[in-house]
């Protein structure tokens, strides 16, 4: 079944609703992550007074791009965050602009998507608080978003991902009260991963959700993430500026969706997906391992709409890494600011980038040489975490490579930014996509399960299938209002 299944259980969503009003907590709707200023008084009451990343039931009302860029108290912007990237920084003329996923609670938009993963399932009943645990299958971000809306919701969180990922997110779900499995291998290790969670599957205390192959995923990203770009763009156009393209690494591509949601409004925007170069899959049905932490490689996700993709973009992990050290050191800014000429704000921004964010902007500046794009030209991206989660991977950097100084700083600035080139990447005809596209039946047909009749309706039938699941935004959205209405949590705040 390709749509999200809204089946009621009654009997689980009794317990679910009890769970919640135990707990005072109200569930967002789609519609208030687009429009948080929709948010009822009394949560808006109560956010002045919650820290962002606070296990706070009220924070599943901050699971939007529009957060004020606080650490505590804060309320909505009228746009979403984001910052522009100046051309002597990236070395095209073209506007560079991405959203930032700091100012989420836990650091990172991954809660949103595992929220559009949970929601359904909670309020239909599929999933049972009382007697489950939420299995959250990852390559770093995606189950820590999992364990901190578990945690909110009342649920108890499994998170599974690679051993070799970054210290700091071991260390905050173990902060959290999350259960940890480690599996073995690097970022590119999925399989390791989907092999643990059908273990773990035979169980039933544990419900999996497998942010490859849930469609909550890319319905989030579609409605919020997408309406959210074209808000962005609505917001910096100047006139005779056109959104001309939109980039993003696929770590499950659900983020892809938005520019699904941003195709539709924008019809001559080109939509492009980076990898790792180390591990080249979509590019060159390659493997390996790479360091671009934030996206997960050596298969095709069942949630990427490839036949909507326009491009393959691979990035050398080796750029990703310098220019962490770069934006993130004494050194690195000090050549920032006397080289560049970079305010003191832009300075700091540029630590909101994390590994993946890097990779997504290098992936735009190598969009914009390609189709020579112009100061009227505009490319957006999203940057899914910040630094706070790489601080060790900065000191490991320091380590290898020795002391950083200015000059190193701008050899790394020349070399892994404004030195990118044309290559390792492609434009997509109708039979590089369909390539792509027929990857999905040898991870997802043979060893997970799917049929070859709903791979083939993602691949023709897309009115029944994207266009159905996007649209289930309603739908849900009144299963939550109705869920709400029964616990009476509203009126208890």
Not at 68 to 73: D, F, H, Q
Not at 84 to 108: D, H, Q, Y
Not at 194 to 210: A, S, V
Not at 270 to 297: M, S, W, Y
Request: hydrophobic share 35%; proline share 4%.
């Amino acid at each position: 079944m390709v749509k999200i299944d809204l089946t009621i259980n009654k009997e689980n969503l009794q317990h679910n609703i009890k769970k919640a009003k135990e707990n005072k907590i109200l569930i967002p709707t789609i519609d208030q992550m687009i429009h948080p200023e929709h948010t009822p008084e009394k949560v808006k009451e109560g956010l002045k007074k919650t820290g962002l990343w606070d296990v706070n039931p009220l924070n599943l009302f901050r699971i939007t791009w529009k957060n004020e860029p606080k650490e505590s108290g804060g309320l909505y912007n009228k746009a979403p965050n984001y910052i522009e990237l100046p051309s002597s920084l990236t070395g095209v003329p073209c506007r560079i602009v991405a959203m930032v996923g700091k100012w989420f609670p836990t650091g990172c938009h991954k809660v949103g998507a595992s929220f559009g993963c949970l929601a359904p399932r909670l309020v239909t009943g599929q999933f049972d608080v009382e007697s489950q645990k939420a299995v959250w299958p990852s390559t770093g971000n995606y189950c820590r978003g999992g364990a901190f809306n578990s945690a909110l919701l009342g649920a108890r969180g499994v998170a599974i991902l690679p051993a070799e990922m970054s210290q700091e997110r071991f260390d905050w779900l173990h902060e959290i009260g999350a259960e940890v499995i480690a599996t073995p291998g690097c970022e590119s290790n999925v399989k390791e991963i989907f092999d643990k969670t059908n273990e773990l599957k035979q169980d039933p205390q544990y419900m999996i959700f497998n942010q490859f192959a849930e469609m909550g995923n890319p319905l989030w990203h579609y409605n919020v993430t997408g309406n959210a770009l074209a808000d962005v763009f609505e917001d910096m156009k100047r006139e005779g500026d056109r959104f001309a393209g939109a980039c993003f690494t696929s770590g499950s591509a659900g983020t892809m969706s938005a520019g699904d949601r941003l195709k539709e409004l924008y019809p001559d925007l080109k939509l492009a997906v980076g990898e790792a170069l180390q591990c080249p899959t979509l590019l060159n049905n390659g493997f390996g391992g790479h360091r671009i932490e934030g996206i997960g490689d050596k298969h095709v996700p069942w949630i990427h709409n490839v036949r909507n993709t326009d491009m393959v973009i691979d990035i050398d992990d080796e750029d990703s890494q310098r220019l962490l050290r770069l934006f993130n050191t004494p050194q690195g800014q000090a050549y920032l600011k006397r080289e560049l000429k970079l305010e003191d704000e832009m300075i700091e921004q540029l630590t909101w980038l994390g590994i993946s964010g890097i990779a997504n902007v290098l992936c735009c500046i190598k969009m914009a040489k390609y189709y020579e794009l112009t100061e009227k030209d505009v490319v957006g991206t999203v940057l899914t975490d910040s630094a706070i989660m790489y601080r060790s991977r900065i000191e490991e950097l320091n380590q290898m490579h020795g002391a950083y100084n200015e000059q190193e700083a701008r050899l790394d600035h020349c070399l892994h930014m404004l030195n990118l080139k044309t290559d390792n990447m492609e434009e997509l005809t109708y039979a590089a996509r369909k390539r792509i596209h027929n990857l999905k039946y040898y991870t997802w047909v043979e060893q997970q399960g799917e049929t070859v009749e709903d791979l083939n309706a993602l691949w023709y039938d897309k009115e029944g299938t994207w266009d159905a699941v996007h649209h289930q935004a309603k739908e849900l959205d009144e299963l939550i209002n109705a869920f709400n209405e029964e616990s009476g949590v509203l009126g208890m705040l």
